[in-house]
């Protein structure tokens, strides 16, 4: 809690009352407000990890959903064998909390983040970077070749047109390339491929692999990734693991997808009628910085579980503008509050400070989102 | 600084360089990361402020756009006549740094808010927010019955298609209701219209205020607001008073409006070119976690300065994938740092612990942004 949160003059039961504690029902939680289903969340965790074990694939959840050290253990708990981060403060955050396997899926360049990479390689046993250029593992070597070495993994665009090299030939030869660099260790392939595309990256994976034995070079670790075709990873075996972070909240962008149903999404954004000014309209009190902007694709920004056929049409910073002109039923009334499945989840994580979780309503625990807003 | 950003393993050196400190050079900070430039900031302040002096309106500049209470005094100290907060607790953190004199744009509702409201009232005297109908006007009128009145606006819609009562009778009718509320002060009217809607505005609110003053009551605030059009703030001559946010820093959208030119956008996001996959593309590690999906009708994420034909076509979270196809001359290279206008500012602020000033390209300051992430 920040400091201007504990003013002398304010009364003790007003500053007692920012955070919610367990046992208070969420229909008293002030909003707007993100709230976590204990046992949709257990659940996703368990049917993601039954599917990862069914089919002998090593299991790597990213954490850029939750950033929460406690969701992480529960994840490894499960069965999970290490953790995914996109920053190298994500990854600081939780080698504190006690991580040692930590892949961050990014290309590291700059002095700073060498500077912190370094002291973060130093303490924890399997820290893990990726690069797709001779710039970034040029850059890699550089800093490393006089301290402890660092694994680095080949980043492979198998068609997600993101990072990555473009060819298995470009893999191979990048793969070679870190194993010849003083101060670096070659870690394998990773690849963060499009949805429904595992043809495509099975070939990508098994060729570069197979360039690589030729060279002499084994990839220990070749790490496919992705929720929305998470059930399709057992049809790229040449992947040793898989990562994922949307499927522990889930999201309506993963029931579109197919990845899970209505009921499996976790994450609700609570929010509070406060305007009725038309027949059609009503406004809430989450808008951008609560739900965030992310379409997604769709057409509005979240699907209202008590009314699903109203459309959140706009959002401004601090209201959205619901336009119910569809809604056969009752309409809600100044003061209700209602529940949104957001289009995606891990964008709304990165806004609050805590994460409340519930069980039937009735609040289980409070966590710091202990990663949120760290720079880089 | 949050606790795991000093584990005592990590170097004196490395978590000194977290925060950048005046005298470092923009073009050594890490990324990605938003930069205010202090020329530009100050010309916006006095540009907005002169215009409201010239034509004898009193200013009220929206925090939301900044959330720093450094900025809210310079914009007061050029001549502003309060602030307005959009959230009790964005309201709180600006009375902790002295405020008195701040109105809330929102319809307040719920225990946990009035109480808080309730304490807020009690600690500064020019307390005001605004209130569209009987529901949230009876619910303040219960709480603060026994309590300091609260003043209390009628928040018009005179074309925003947001919050607000539709028509002047609307709101003489409820303007009549809190006068004769207890605990309740009628403070007068409040808009947010939609931009170059000056003519219907002004019919909207001199006409409510015309049947107000026919049942005796005066209207001592009558509060427009918003940044596009506020160079056309005095073609509504019914206000007493115009509010705006985003012209402290400005942004493309703003820059589209007509409000500014480039050169007066004060925010930049600092980001790193981590990849060039392939020679049309360039990825960047600023994504939607940095930029916010904010399109406001724009095809891409925001306006390179240094690559002005790049377009910035997709964001994940932690990276910015730039389509570099029409760029005639130089592209960028892996390594290279570029800044980007964002399409809007208020929700990039909202992303970051804090805030990095600078002039011609050397930091001279760094300020928390005090009100960032509060939950409602």
Redesign the interface.
């Known amino acids: 809690m920040?400091q201007?949160?504990k003013?002398p003059?304010?009364?003790h039961?007003?500053a007692s009352?920012v955070s919610p504690k367990a046992g208070d029902r969420i229909e008293?939680?002030?909003?707007?407000?993100p709230i976590i289903d204990e046992d949709r969340l257990a659940g996703n965790i368990t049917r993601v990890q039954s599917y990862m074990d069914q089919h002998g694939l090593n299991f790597r959840p990213h954490i850029?959903t939750h950033k929460i050290p406690a969701l992480a253990r529960a994840q490894v708990a499960a069965g999970a064998k290490g953790i995914n981060c996109?920053?190298v403060?994500e990854a600081?955050?939780f080698?504190?909390?006690g991580f040692e396997d930590i892949l961050i899926t990014?290309?590291i360049?700059?002095?700073?983040?060498l500077?912190?990479l370094a002291?973060l390689n130093?303490?924890i046993s399997g820290l893990k970077v990726v690069a797709?250029?001779t710039?970034?593992v040029d850059?890699l070597s550089a800093w490393f070749a006089e301290r402890k070495p660092l694994t680095v993994l080949v980043?492979c665009?198998t068609g997600g047109?993101?990072?990555?090299?473009?060819t298995p030939e470009q893999a191979a030869g990048l793969g070679k390339h870190i194993a010849g660099k003083p101060g670096l260790v070659f870690g394998g392939l990773m690849s963060y491929p499009k949805p429904s595309n595992a043809a495509a990256t099975q070939a990508f994976l098994a060729e570069s692999v197979a360039l690589l034995k030729k060279e002499g070079i084994d990839c220990p670790i070749v790490s496919n990734g992705g929720t929305p075709s998470l059930f399709e990873a057992h049809l790229v075996p040449a992947a040793t693991e898989h990562r994922a972070g949307t499927y522990i909240y889930n999201d309506r962008s993963m029931v579109r997808a197919g990845h899970c149903r209505e009921e499996d999404c976790a994450m609700h954004i609570l929010a509070?009628v406060?305007?009725?000014?038309?027949e059609d309209?009503a406004?809430i009190?989450a808008g951008?910085?609560a739900l965030?902007?992310?379409?997604l694709g769709f057409a509005d920004y979240g699907h209202v579980v008590e009314y699903p056929e109203a459309v959140i049409k706009?959002l401004?910073?601090?209201?959205g503008?619901i336009d119910l002109t569809n809604c056969k039923g009752a309409r809600p009334?100044?003061?209700d509050k209602i529940r949104i499945i957001p289009n995606h989840t891990?964008?709304v994580s990165?806004?609050?400070?805590?994460m409340v979780f519930h069980r039937d309503g009735v609040v289980t625990r409070v966590e710091d989102v202990?990663a949120?807003?760290l720079?880089?």
Request: with cysteine; charged share 35%; proline share 2%.
């Open positions: 920040r201007h949160r003013t003059d304010m009364a039961d007003i009352e008293e939680l002030s909003t707007p407000r850029k996109q920053k403060t600081e955050a080698a504190d909390a990014f290309n360049l700059g002095a700073e983040k500077v912190r002291a130093d303490r797709d250029s710039v970034t850059g980043e665009d047109a993101r990072c990555g090299v473009q509070t406060v305007s009725r000014p038309t309209r406004v009190d951008s910085k965030t902007s992310d379409l706009g401004s910073e601090e209201h503008v009334q100044i003061g891990c964008v990165n806004l609050f400070d805590q202990a949120r807003g720079v880089w």
